[in-house]
């Protein structure tokens, strides 16, 4: 991609009205543009890193027996009358013309409809186990969102739901689930905590919740310095200091950010809308499920919150919007350009993805200050100088040093 072509600039200043880090590097950098308090739109270097995060959650999900199918996001009010959560208050309803009170919402989970979709499908044990998952929008009347992508008020999530023959069967999956958003986190760049939590407005059971530490979170968990092991400091009985019952170890009191939550459900929807299923005697019974969200805005938000530094950003290579940064410093000699362009032409036939620098107007400081703040692995300059030196400098975004190599080299360093 060409940067004088690229919809969506660079900003010298954060918008005054964020105060979130987050907020203000993915502004300042055109990866994002905020509509209102907590809605965002995603400009195409939001969009490619979304995408990316996207395909990491796919083929995890895939992985482990999840289906993709895209669901409804206007519900009909009797979904969620029939549990008793149409009063829940971050629910967006919405008044259809004439109508004086709402008779549909807007999606902010969907258990209500799948398990709906699922009676239809489902009648025997033969049919069972099955797992779905979506990536969509989710609508959330947030009170509080400030935070940027960590929390808004319309987000991305990927929501699985698993059906099952018995409360063994959904635990077992429970655990695959687990296993499965580790790597998702890890592959993302970001270190998860596994911690028991409360199931809020999604079940009576505990939960597991996937923690990510950081002073900005709005969590506060217990965990413990040496097995990790981690509660969530609304339903926890452990104190800052007290011993892990786990491991004995030490038990630390840290914030952090919620990136994922799972929640054995049990047979509450079912119930609700006559999910049933007949086992092997031929009795009915009710189908076991279990549900699995993952915020893509707020992961995106928090590997900003935990990889930057006091210019910018520096994604993971998993989910950076390029990988190379290619920068061509203004000459007086069309040399330069020469050997930029053909670089660059180069770098897209061997198929890596590129951002190519190429605007004239903008000084080798502005260059450099846009490529730190947007932060891309690999930057590679061309320049007068380099091109004395016979190479092409190159640093990656994570260290300090840059050095000349050959072009042949920094294929090799850009392919792999
Ligand atoms: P929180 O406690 O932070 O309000 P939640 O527990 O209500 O979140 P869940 O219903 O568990 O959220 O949603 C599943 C996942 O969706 C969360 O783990 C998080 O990654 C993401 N998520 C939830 N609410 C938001 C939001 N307002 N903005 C962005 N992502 C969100
Ligand atoms: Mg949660």
Same mark, same amino acid.
């Given at each position: 991609m060409r940067q004088s072509q690229l919809f969506g600039k660079t900003l010298r200043e954060a918008p005054?009205?964020?105060?979130?880090?987050?907020?203000?590097?993915?502004?300042?950098?055109?990866? *994002? #543009?905020?509509?209102?308090?907590?809605?965002?739109?995603?400009?195409?270097?939001?969009?490619?890193? @979304?995408?990316?995060?996207a395909d990491i959650i796919r083929e995890e999900m895939n992985a482990i027996g999840g289906q993709e199918m895209f669901m409804a996001a206007l519900h009909d009010k009797r979904y969620l009358t029939a549990t008793g959560r149409w009063n829940v208050d971050v629910v967006f309803k919405v008044l259809?013309?004439?109508?004086? /009170?709402?008779?549909?919402?807007?999606?902010? %989970?969907? /258990?209500?409809? @799948?398990?709906?979709?699922?009676?239809? #499908?489902?009648?025997?044990?033969?049919?069972?186990?099955?797992? $779905?998952?979506? *990536?969509? %929008?989710?609508?959330?009347?947030?009170?509080?969102?400030?935070?940027?992508?960590?929390?808004?008020? /319309?987000?991305?999530?990927?929501?699985?739901?698993?059906?099952?023959?018995?409360?063994?069967?959904?635990?077992? #999956? #429970?655990?695959?689930?687990?296993?499965?958003?580790?790597?998702?986190?890890?592959?993302?760049?970001?270190?998860?905590?596994?911690?028991? !939590?409360?199931?809020?407005?999604?079940t009576a059971n505990y939960t597991h919740e996937f923690q990510v530490i950081a002073d900005v979170g709005e969590d506060v968990i217990y965990v413990c310095e040496g097995c990790a092991y981690a509660e969530n400091k609304e339903i926890s009985k452990l104190k800052a200091g007290g011993q892990c019952p786990q491991c004995r170890g030490r038990v630390e009191e840290k914030k952090s950010i919620e990136v994922g939550n799972i929640f054995p459900l049990g047979t509450k929807y079912s119930e609700a809308f006559d999910l049933l299923f007949a086992n092997e005697k031929g009795e009915k019974k009710h189908v076991v499920m279990g549900s699995y969200g993952i915020g893509l805005g707020r992961t995106l938000g928090t590997i900003v919150e935990t990889s930057h530094d006091e210019k910018g950003i520096m994604w993971p290579e998993t989910v950076a919007p390029f990988r190379v940064?290619?920068?061509?410093?203004?000459? %007086?000699?069309?040399?330069?350009?020469?050997?930029?362009?053909?670089?660059?032409? %180069?770098?897209? $036939?061997r198929e890596v993805e590129v951002l190519y620098d190429d605007r004239d107007e903008k000084t080798a400081g502005e260059k450099f200050a846009?490529?730190?703040?947007?932060?891309?692995?690999?930057?590679?300059? @061309?320049?007068?100088?380099? @091109? !004395?030196?016979?190479? *092409?400098?190159?640093?990656?975004?994570?260290?300090?040093?840059?050095?000349?190599?050959? $072009?042949?080299?920094?294929?090799?360093?850009?392919?792999?």
């Amino acid at each position: 991609m060409r940067q004088s072509q690229l919809f969506g600039k660079t900003l010298r200043e954060a918008p005054r009205d964020e105060i979130s880090l987050n907020a203000k590097l993915l502004t300042r950098g055109g990866f *994002i #543009y905020k509509n209102s308090a907590g809605v965002y739109s995603f400009l195409p270097l939001g969009w490619r890193v @979304i995408r990316k995060i996207a395909d990491i959650i796919r083929e995890e999900m895939n992985a482990i027996g999840g289906q993709e199918m895209f669901m409804a996001a206007l519900h009909d009010k009797r979904y969620l009358t029939a549990t008793g959560r149409w009063n829940v208050d971050v629910v967006f309803k919405v008044l259809a013309g004439g109508e004086k /009170e709402p008779s549909f919402n807007i999606s902010w %989970t969907h /258990e209500e409809i @799948i398990a709906e979709i699922a009676a239809k #499908y489902i009648s025997s044990y033969k049919d069972l186990p099955l797992a $779905a998952y979506q *990536i969509q %929008t989710k609508f959330r009347h947030e009170p509080r969102a400030k935070s940027g992508l960590l929390r808004g008020r /319309e987000f991305l999530m990927k929501d699985l739901y698993s059906f099952h023959s018995s409360e063994k069967d959904l635990m077992d #999956y #429970y655990e695959k689930v687990a296993v499965a958003y580790h790597k998702i986190f890890k592959r993302c760049g970001l270190k998860s905590i596994y911690t028991l !939590a409360a199931g809020g407005e999604f079940t009576a059971n505990y939960t597991h919740e996937f923690q990510v530490i950081a002073d900005v979170g709005e969590d506060v968990i217990y965990v413990c310095e040496g097995c990790a092991y981690a509660e969530n400091k609304e339903i926890s009985k452990l104190k800052a200091g007290g011993q892990c019952p786990q491991c004995r170890g030490r038990v630390e009191e840290k914030k952090s950010i919620e990136v994922g939550n799972i929640f054995p459900l049990g047979t509450k929807y079912s119930e609700a809308f006559d999910l049933l299923f007949a086992n092997e005697k031929g009795e009915k019974k009710h189908v076991v499920m279990g549900s699995y969200g993952i915020g893509l805005g707020r992961t995106l938000g928090t590997i900003v919150e935990t990889s930057h530094d006091e210019k910018g950003i520096m994604w993971p290579e998993t989910v950076a919007p390029f990988r190379v940064h290619l920068l061509e410093i203004k000459s %007086t000699s069309s040399v330069v350009k020469r050997v930029a362009q053909k670089l660059y032409k %180069t770098l897209l $036939a061997r198929e890596v993805e590129v951002l190519y620098d190429d605007r004239d107007e903008k000084t080798a400081g502005e260059k450099f200050a846009d490529a730190d703040l947007i932060g891309l692995p690999l930057r590679a300059v @061309i320049s007068e100088k380099t @091109i !004395a030196q016979k190479g *092409i400098e190159v640093k990656k975004r994570s260290e300090r040093e840059a050095k000349i190599i050959s $072009a042949k080299e920094l294929l090799k360093l850009a392919s792999c």
